[in-house]
Every structure is written in structure tokens, then in C-alpha cells.
């Protein structure tokens, strides 16, 4: 499709140029928003397991989940046999 009858004053590469301007400012507004999502996520960063709240200095990396969620090695452990009990007491095959 060609671009024609443009307003006077304007001609296609003026068009171009005013396009890409909108471009670059939504790619920078874009940059801006995931900055400000990373700031909150330092801001929201508790440095604790969201289980058993221990720092992850006592209780080592903490795996994240969403919505500023984490759990520690121990706490997964702990879910696994609890997940594991019920499976059985249930009479659900647990993967191997
Ligand atoms: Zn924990």
C-alpha cells in the first residue's frame, strides 16, 4: 500500500521519521517500566524463606516463585515428604 495524499508540509519521510520517534519513546517507556518492576522487586525482596522465615543467610538460596514468594532447600524438603505422605495416604502413585 503506497502513503499518499499527505497534509501539506508533510511528505512520507516526515511520516517515517515521526513514526520511529513514537517507536523509540515507547521502547524507552518500556525500558522505564521494567526498570520500575525491578526496583520493586529489590524493594519487595525479604531475604527470608516465605515458609519458615528464616533469613537466607541461615537457610542457604531460596528458589522464587511468584508474587515475592520464596522457599528455602528445608522447607522444599519438607513439602516433598509432606506431598509424598498424602500421595500415599491417597493412593497416588508418586513419580519417580
Ligand atoms: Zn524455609
Not at 519521510?13 to 522505564?32: F, K, P
Amino acid at each position: 500500500m503506497a502513503l499518499h495524499d499527505f497534509p501539506p508540509g508533510w511528505d512520507e519521510a516526515r511520516v517515517r521519521r515521526l513514526i520511529q520517534h513514537y517507536e523509540c519513546m515507547a521502547e524507552d517507556q518500556l525500558l522505564a517500566e521494567d526498570e520500575a518492576k525491578r526496583k520493586q522487586w529489590r524493594s519487595q525482596y525479604p531475604g527470608y524463606c516465605s515458609f519458615c522465615r528464616k533469613s537466607h543467610k541461615d537457610a542457604g538460596p531460596l528458589v522464587e516463585g511468584p508474587d515475592f514468594v520464596y522457599i528455602c532447600y528445608p522447607c522444599i524438603l519438607l513439602c516433598k515428604n509432606i506431598v509424598e505422605v498424602e500421595r500415599k495416604r491417597l493412593g497416588i502413585e508418586t513419580p519417580s
